[in-house]
């Protein structure tokens, strides 16, 4: 249902006379928001929409029952067609109600079988597989995330014995939209899993990715930009969980600067993000615009690293 942008607008707002009445967010329901109004971002914001609204789906079919080594693909089938019955009713006829149970029974079975399995244990990272990874990636290794070229010394790091490893040069400032280089492990490299570990992704090469240690703690496990908490972090106090990964998100799925003919991609560059709308604009999951650091035009995004004393406020 689209009604007009006044209603929307005004509906949907954060208002203390509405926020928490059950009647407004039944309405709130029907709205959808223009389209024309969330500019360039809009299909990123409402495909993480749909990913995680499916994910929650599955996640009410999991039963604590279903976590023995013992459980077989039919206990899981009957189970979950019992709740499909339950949940959809006389909405869709018998046929249907067993193709979904069907299809979500094969996501429940497997994910159970992961969290029953040994391989749920992480495997040791070699140092023959660290040295594979970065033959992939080449004589300069950058984040796969942020584009961030890794040091010499963190290059080391990820190869040499605890013992051996060498302090990382921290920078005087840091960007506080994407304030990587606050304490060693940002700038560091670490292997993220392309599919969460956490949700059954593998323990091999074709899952790895080099990624830095702050890029790392920000995505988690996390698969879209709903699943985040928005709680800030540590004593820096510069964004919430949310905000930084919603950052990550948004450059790790387009991967270039969006500044018009710059060729610079996270490949060869260093990416963050700025306001489509202007500088002085706020920088939301919606005006998100990653550009390259040439490109990288706002006053005042760079703080003293060292923040803990005097906390930055937005």
Known sequence: MVLPIESQLAGSILQSSNNWDLDVQKKL??????????????????????????????DQFVDKSFLNNTIHYYQV????????????????????????????????????????????RRKIISLSLKEDLLS??????????????????????????????VSLKLPVYVDKY???????????IEIDHLYPFSYGGKDELDNYRLICGWANKVKS????????????????KLYPNSFYYWVVRTIGLKRKCEVANCQRTIDNSELTVCSQLGNSKAITPVS???????????????????????????
């Not at 914001?45 to 929650?56: C, N």
Request: aromatic fraction near 10%; charged fraction near 30%; charge should be positive.
């Open 136 to 165: 992939i990636y080449g004589p300069k290794p950058r984040c796969w995330l942020t584009g961030l070229e890794f040091s010499s010394d963190a290059l080391f790091n990820f190869t040499a014995k605890k013992i051996d490893k």
């Open 288 to 314: 998100m615009k990653v550009v390259c650091k040439k490109h990288d035009t706002r006053k005042n995004r760079y703080v003293p690293r060292n923040l803990s004393k005097e906390p930055f406020h937005i």
């Open 221 to 236: 496990n996390h698969v879209t930009g709903y699943s985040t908490g928005t709680r800030v972090s540590g004593a820096n």
């Open 29 to 58: 329901s029907e709205y959808k928001a223009p389209d024309y109004l969330m500019g360039p971002r809009g299909s990123l914001l409402q495909g993480d929409i749909s990913r995680e609204w499916f994910k929650w789906i599955v």
């Open 77 to 120: 089938y009957s189970d979950v067609l019992l709740s499909v019955e339950h949940l959809v009713g006389n909405q869709k006829d018998d046929d249907d109600k067993k193709n979904i149970a069907k299809l979500i029974s094969d996501v429940v079975f497997e994910r159970i079988k992961f969290l029953n399995s040994e391989e749920r």
């Open 178 to 188: 994407r304030p990587i280089g606050v304490n060693d492990r940002d700038l560091s």
